[in-house]
């Protein structure tokens, strides 16, 4: 199984500033990585597919890197709406996995 | 525009099989490539993928629950059901559905839809 670790487990940033979340996988999943934001009482949405693509009616502030083994989600300018649990997920190999989450705090 | 609705009950006790449908609406799941999901939740706690299904019918699951977990097709109802058997109070949790998007992942496992999740308590 492949095991995704994210880093940090809380990030607390203002609005305006620019965040770095971090997704590694303890083996290559190729470019097989997405990144889903979940706010509190809300379904996961897919922001990233295949690590770099920005899914439909995703912002540009959006944006996803990496390949192989790590992965970064970045998101260039907060808005307060974007503070919420970010997960990145493998698609690589069965069994599907997700990452254990960042919370992006205020 | 796909929009997935889980059902079924939200209160199932220990020893017994939680079951829960997802009805499809906007696209018809057997004439589409892809790879249908189910994904829970326990409250408070990150996500976990349960198993797959594709449009043909076969199925991937996890694991850890491989041997108490069923994922099934009804492609005349434009549904996909999940059984999971001898379920204990970890197995409480929001269960969601999911599918891809066409054109995204090949119609592999990246989910851009998302039913709006069904909360099971496993309690006697």
Redesign the interface.
């Known amino acids: 199984e492949i095991v995704l670790t994210q880093s940090p487990a809380t990030l607390s940033l203002s609005p305006g500033e620019r965040a770095t979340l971090s997704c590694r996988a303890s083996q290559s999943v190729s470019s097989y990585l997405a990144w889903y934001q979940q706010r509190p009482g809300q379904a996961p949405r897919l922001l990233i597919y295949d690590a770099s693509n920005r899914a439909t009616d995703i912002p540009a502030r959006f944006s996803g890197s990496g390949s192989g083994t790590d992965f970064t989600l970045t998101i260039s300018s907060l808005e307060p709406e974007d503070f919420a649990v970010y997960y990145c997920q493998q698609r690589r190999d069965w069994p599907i996995t997700f990452g254990q989450g960042t919370r992006l705090d205020i | 525009q796909l929009q997935l609705q889980e059902s079924g009950p939200g209160l199932v006790k220990p020893s017994e099989t939680l079951s829960l449908t997802c009805t499809v609406s906007g696209a018809s799941i057997s004439s589409r490539s892809c790879y249908w999901?189910w994904i829970r939740q326990p409250p408070g706690k990150?996500?976990?993928?349960i198993g797959?299904i594709y449009y043909s019918g076969d199925t991937?699951?996890?694991?850890s629950l491989k041997s108490r977990v069923a994922i099934s097709l009804d492609s005349s109802k434009n549904q996909f059901s999940l059984k999971l058997s001898s379920v204990t109070a970890p197995d409480t949790a929001v269960y969601?559905c999911a599918g891809p998007?066409e054109g995204?992942?090949g119609g592999?496992?990246?989910?851009?839809y998302?039913?709006?999740?069904i909360l099971v308590t496993v309690s006697s």
């Open positions: 999901g990150g996500l976990e993928w797959s991937y699951y996890n694991p969601y998007r995204y992942c592999g496992s990246c989910y851009y998302w039913g709006q999740g």
